[in-house]
Each structure stands twice: as structure tokens, then as C-alpha cells.
């Protein structure tokens, strides 16, 4: 079997865990469920369980990852035998997580690849001809189009991961993380030229604890740890890679800061021109393809906008599928050991293909496919994010807690050379084994309740 790859440098690392942190999840989801959730309350408790809860997490799966040196199914059964106790299916369950995740999510980013390609075009058209092109629902009553959509984003993913950690993912990230960062601060100032930003901002940042409902706590936990990648066992599989030198704690707080400001970015950028265009905030997860891209074709200076805008949702999309598919790659190397790399990854894009037929053809094929108004996607989107995703992760938690020793734990987290190290350790310990399983318990319940009563 090859020798485990690892990170080039430290800075390739945090390009590539921030990379896959803010896919779509920040671009495309967080504001839409910013608006289903009344705006600012929500944002407050998101960015809390992001620190106190999503931070303390990632760190625990990257520890797991540095000192099992192997991806999250093997890290997990290494755990279930120490503790005695059966918790095998816990990485078993990420994995497929993963891949389903990545099935739907190609779909998704394909929508994004259709508007760019489309946007593009505009540059060298009228803006008539591309507004017909650019309307969702001509997409979406061509199931195989989107398929084809899909398959193409599925292929670049898999050239990525092919090349391995330092030619492949780290390589890839640190040229397109860049000039994300770029069109994301571009976007932003044009996005508070707006004269819909005021009300937009206090919309955001003013918090009305009366909109919550009692789904909102666990929507707040499944996003976060959808977009930090925890329960995937995305950043086991990272933390596997990493240099004997690296410090687990550091990366995960920084990763999770840069990850959170993000998201409060995106909702900024995006909630201005959704505000514009439809007067009302965006609670739709369509309506940023349903309503953006005509709006931005509309206006001076549209088209280059809309050009700006959507590559940057792809380059995100992007990111976060190469983290997506990493993880079932690496696992299935580490489970069959005579598994090459290359055969791996065209294996898992096949699997994810295959399994992306539904959503692609959920509008056409499936469109009598409702649950509770709901279509295929949206429904795979709550139920795997909102209730699989939590119960995966906790179960990943507790696996972590019974099978590591509190002197395995100090003796990872703390660094001599780090005093703030020593004063967080307590923190952290008592979120694992109380803050967190108690919070990510009361969410689900809450939720349950809430559906019931609904």
C-alpha cells in the first residue's frame, strides 16, 4: 500500500479545511435558512453553537484523524475496540453521509455551472436572448440536462482527487481560494451599493427572538456542523494528513473562526441583491436561481456581476465536493487495502452519479415526490442535514469520548508552548462530555416536538 500522503505546508492545510467549509453550505444554504429562521435571533445562536459547540468537535475528529493515521471508518473501529463498545457503524454512516450528501449537492452545482456558462454567453449576447436561458424553471423541466450538469461537475471533482493530497487538493485549493476571497470582497461592495441594505443589515443583525421556532436550535447545530464538515468524517480524514508539528486545537479554532465569518459574509453579499429583487427576504432555496440571475441581468453592469457572482458559488461547490469525495475515497483505500487511489475515486463518482439520478430527475421524473410540499431535494436536504447529520455527529462524539482516555485527551490538546492551551483544555473537556451530546440532544428533541405539533 502507498505511503500516506500529508500536507505540503500548514497554510495548504487551512486552505483546504476552509475550502471545503465554505462550499454551497455558506453561499447557498445559510441565508435561505437565515430567512426560514427570522434573521438575527438565529444568527446570534448560529454563531454560538459554531464556537461552543461546532469548534470543540472539529477539534476532537481532527485529533482522531492525526493520531489514527487513517480515515474515519478505521479511526472509529480503532475507538469501538478501546472502549469495548460497538460504535463501528458511526464512521460506516458518515461515509454514506458523504456520498449521498455529494449525490444531491452535484446537482446543486450544476445548477451553479448552468448560470455561469450562461452569464458568460451574456458577455457576448443581448441580454434578451440569455434572460430566457436563465429562467430556473426551463432547467428544471429538463431532468437530464441537470444530470449532465451534475456528471460534469462529478468529473472535475474526481480529476482533483485522483492527483492525491499535494498535486490534486492542496495544489487545486491554493489557486482557487485566492481568487475566491477576491470575488467575494468585489461582490460584498457591490453588494452594499444597494438601497436595499439598510433594511437588509437590521433584518440580519437585529435579533427578534419572537421568529424563532422550536426547529430552529437544530437547524442552527446541522448547519454548523454541515459547514465546518463535521459528522462526515471529513476532517478525520484531514486530520490524517497532517504533519507530526501540527498542532489539532489551533487549526480547528482558526478554521472554524475564518468558516463562521464567512458565513455571516455571504449572507451579506447575498440577502442585498435577494432583497432587491423580490422585496422580501429569502426563505426559498430556488429563489436565488429563480429570481438573481434575471435581476442581475437586468441591471448595468448585470452580466458581469452575475459572471463574478456565480463563479464564486462554483468555485465553493467545488471546494466542498472535493472534501465530500476525499472522504469516501480515502476510507475506501484504507478499508481495501489493495485499493489504488486513482480506481477508488472513478468508483465513488460512479456510486455518486448513479445516486444523483434522483435529484436530477426530481423535478421531472419524481416532481409527484412531496413531502409536506417539499420536493426530492429539499427533503434530502432537512432530513440528512437537520436530523442525520446531528445524530451521526453525536454519535461520533460519544465514540470519541468513551474510546480516548481524559489523559490521551490532554495529552493531545495540550501544547507546552501554548499557554492559552492549557486555560482552554478544561473547556473543552466539558463540552465533549456534557455541553455538547445535552445541546445536540435538546435540538433533536425540540425538533421532534416541533414536527409533531406542526
Known sequence: MAKRGSWRTRFGFYLLAIGSACGLGNLWRFPYVVGENGGGAFILIYVFMALAIGAPMLIAELILGKNSRKSVIVATQQLSTKAGKHFKWVGRFAVILSIVVLSYYAVISGWVLHFLTQFLVSLFSTPEVVT????LASLMSNGWLQFMLASAHLLITVVVVVKGVQEGLEKWISY???LFAALVIVLVVRSFSLPSTPEVLRFLFYPDFSKLNLASL?????????????GFGTMVTFGSYMREEDHPPTAG????LVDTAISLIAVVMIFPVAFQ???????DPALMFEVLPSYLISIPGGALFGLAFFACLYMAALNASIGLLEVVVSNWVDVQKKMERGSASWYSGIIA???????????????????KGRSLIESLDSLLINWALPIVALGMLVAYNLGTSEKEKELNFVDKDK???YTMYPHWLFTLKWAAPFVIGLGLILQIIGAILR
Open 419 to 421: 499557554f492559552v492551551s
Open 277 to 283: 429583487a423580490t422585496n422580501a427576504p429569502l426563505t
Open 253 to 256: 479554532f482558526r478554521v472554524t
Open 132 to 135: 430566457t436561458k436563465t429562467n
Open 218 to 230: 437544530n437547524h442552527a447545530l446541522g448547519h454548523v456542523f454541515f459547514t465546518l464538515s463535521v
Open 176 to 178: 482557487t481560494m485566492p
Open 353 to 371: 452519479l448513479f445516486l444523483a439520478t434522483f435529484p436530477a430527475l426530481s423535478s421531472t421524473l419524481f416532481a409527484d415526490f412531496e413531502v
